[in-house]
């Protein structure tokens, strides 16, 4: 057994937490980008645009996350697609997200009266005009609370990427425990971790539910 201060550990927790931030910022921006694409189809005029975005949706929100990062660091070399856990870790997430995020928005662009349509139609404005200027702003601010909910939950989702090998916090918690045989200590910091991660975000989200409905 390795002897480490209290302060080792938390030293350690914390420069892992680094990545574990990093890779929900990177995972929830992409997961937005490819969100937004996601939305597009899923809106769409086409009935095989939305077929299309339906399926993929469907996909990655019926079938566990784990799933998903086991079949993109496992699956993707077997294609001969070498893939590192950080790449392996980010394309999951964000694939993972972007169901989720476009699902999200679609509900508030259905939320949005069928006027708001109309409005852009009788100013002129073509298909993607009425998105851009009229109806995506306000499907986002009717999700803001959503979105940002979901962000927790991609937080706390990063730690299924420990299995596949990526050096985020509990992955680095497992190995101080094995190095410690303190448990409860270093399981009980990561949970304080992610509880000062994700409280703030709760919190805000609630504020934006409350404010949302003061309108």
């Known amino acids: 057994m390795i002897e480490f201060t209290l302060w080792d550990i938390v030293r350690n927790l914390l420069l892992a937490t680094r990545w574990t931030v990093l890779l929900s910022l990177a995972a929830f921006v992409g ?3 490819v969100g937004m694409a996601v939305l597009f189809f899923r809106i769409s005029k086409h009935k095989w645009s939305r077929r299309l975005a339906s399926g993929y949706i469907a996909l990655f929100q019926g079938t566990p996350l784990l799933m998903q990062l086991f079949l993109m660091f496992f699956g993707l070399p077997m294609l001969g697609l070498r893939i590192e856990p950080w790449t392996a870790a980010v ?6 997200a972007s169901a989720y995020l476009a699902e999200i928005w ?3 662009v259905d939320a949005l009266p069928r006027g708001q349509w109309d409005a852009g139609a009788s100013l002129g404005l073509h298909y993607l005009q009425e998105l851009r200027l009229i109806i995506l702003p306000q499907a986002f601010s009717i999700t803001r609370a959503p ?9 706390k989702s990063t730690a299924l990427t420990s299995i596949i090998g990526f050096e985020e916090l509990v992955r680095t918690s497992n190995a101080i425990n094995n190095a410690t045989f303190e448990p409860f200590k270093v399981y009980g910091l990561v949970a304080l971790i992610f509880f000062l991660m994700c409280f703030p975000l709760t919190q805000y989200a609630r504020s934006l539910e409350k404010r949302a409905a003061a309108r």
């Open 91 to 96: 394309l999951g997430l964000t694939f993972f």
């Open 106 to 108: 679609r509900s508030g």
């Open 31 to 33: 997961g937005a980008l």
């Open 147 to 155: 979105t940002v909910g979901f962000l927790v939950q991609l937080i």
